[in-house]
């Protein structure tokens, strides 16, 4: 049973000792038969007991040494004064049975103190964990007006509606991400000359957009996706420069610092493209390499394209065989002539690896390209698509 009531206000405890062994029921009958008579009867301990004044008395005794040592506890609801009388009528105890006793009083324990102490403990942590609360849902509030006023200058560029800045089409620098979130993140920091490209499959409308900028930064997510999309903005666009995410993040996600530090810390395009170990030959650079081989390629992705057949040429553009697409990788690997393959099918890593076996440069120009490929330095892949944007600018 508990030494507490609801009303307990102080804990009396007190440490006893008697020259024999004795049990706890000695000990109790001594100490309410020795402070009997001492003060009035409204301070008889039974009195006090039966008006609930002091609760029951507990005591705690072990034998040791052929003596008994324990503890008397007594809790109290009466104020001070008179639970200090209390205390030192227990201590004037000096008997149990036949045997001589001392009682020392240890402490007087206010049990309200420890009781403020929970309450004050507890408060706090109600107080935090209301707070927890609170904030997020005022931040949340707080961000849903700013995304609503972003969202409002958000412009759509070309046929493909690609998010942007107010000031994309008009600026002569333009910083491209990938997706709508990352330009709401960029104006929300005073970037308005951001375009999304949408995602890893890039539109060719944009091709027609970035003509006519004098500058183009690339700023993509600290991952694959990244990866995937730098991979094809440089087989297929021209860009300058290009910002990354730190690893593991994402452009939307990033601080105004954040975004600040990256975009200062932008490298060219060949050097971003040798750190993340992709080695692709930008548009760009491809149309340089192609030189005159663009005016003999163009007439054949016009005869094939729909057909799902293969050209392969050589070095002088001679003409060496014609297959269908499903037969092409084996048709490759049996010979090592061969320079250019335009064909209406998909980039596999098969063709680029049969391709990549060569000394020489290769250019494997298809209809799309596939997913995850690992391409080799030799080998310079291109869509039909984008080779046909390519000629035009």
């Known amino acids: 049973m508990s030494t507490q009531s609801l009303s307990t206000k102080y804990i009396i405890e007190a440490k ?76 004037s105890l000096d008997k149990v049975g036949p045997y001589s006793a001392k009682v020392t009083i240890e402490k007087i324990e206010d049990v309200r103190i420890e009781k403020r102490k929970k309450i004050v403990e507890r408060a706090r942590t109600i107080l935090y964990e209301w707070e927890k609360q609170k904030v997020p849902m005022e931040t949340e509030v707080i961000k849903e007006l700013e995304e609503s006023v972003l969202k409002a200058k958000l412009i759509e560029l070309g046929p493909d509606k690609l998010p942007a800045g107010p000031d994309a ?138 057909n799902l057949i293969g050209v392969v040429l050589d070095k002088e553009f001679n003409e060496i065989f014609r297959a269908p697409v499903s037969e092409l990788a084996q048709k490759l690997s049996e010979t090592n002539q061969f320079k250019y393959v335009v064909f209406d099918g998909v980039i596999t890593q098969r063709l680029i690896d049969i391709a990549g076996n060569k000394d020489e440069d290769v250019f494997l120009i298809g209809a799309r390209l596939g997913e995850n490929l690992s391409l080799k330095a030799n080998t310079h892949v291109l869509t039909m698509d984008k080779l046909r944007h390519s000629s035009e600018t």
Do not use: W
Not at 23 to 48: C, H, M, P, W, Y
Not at 243 to 267: D, H, M, N, Q
Not at 274 to 284: E, G, L, Q, R
């Open 169 to 306: 089409e008009t600026a002569d620098e333009v910083i491209l991400t990938e997706g709508r979130a990352d330009v709401i993140n960029l104006l929300r920091y005073g970037y308005r000359n951001v375009i999304a490209v949408g995602g890893v499959k890039v539109p060719a409308s944009l091709q027609r957009i970035l003509s006519k900028k004098s500058k183009v930064i690339a700023f993509l997510d600290g991952d694959r996706g990244g990866d995937m999309i730098l991979r094809e903005l440089s087989q297929n666009f021209k860009v300058d420069l290009v910002a990354r995410a730190p690893y593991g993040k994402e452009v939307e996600e990033l601080t105004a610092r954040e975004i600040s530090e990256a975009l200062e810390s932008a490298i060219p395009l060949e050097e971003a493209i040798k750190k993340v170990k992709i080695p692709v030959t930008p548009a760009v650079e491809s149309k340089q390499l192609l030189g005159e081989a663009l005016e003999k390629i163009s007439p054949l992705i016009e005869q094939i394209e729909g």
């Open 16 to 91: 006893i000792e008697i020259d024999g062994v004795v049990d706890k029921n000695d000990v109790i009958g001594a100490t309410f038969g020795q402070t009997e008579g001492i003060f009035s009867s409204d301070l008889d301990l039974r009195e006090l007991q039966k008006t609930g004044r002091i609760g029951r008395i507990e005591v705690q005794v072990h034998t040791q040494g052929g003596k008994t040592i324990g503890k008397i506890i007594i809790p109290s609801s009466m104020d001070r004064f008179y639970t200090a009388l209390i205390a030192a009528m227990v201590e």
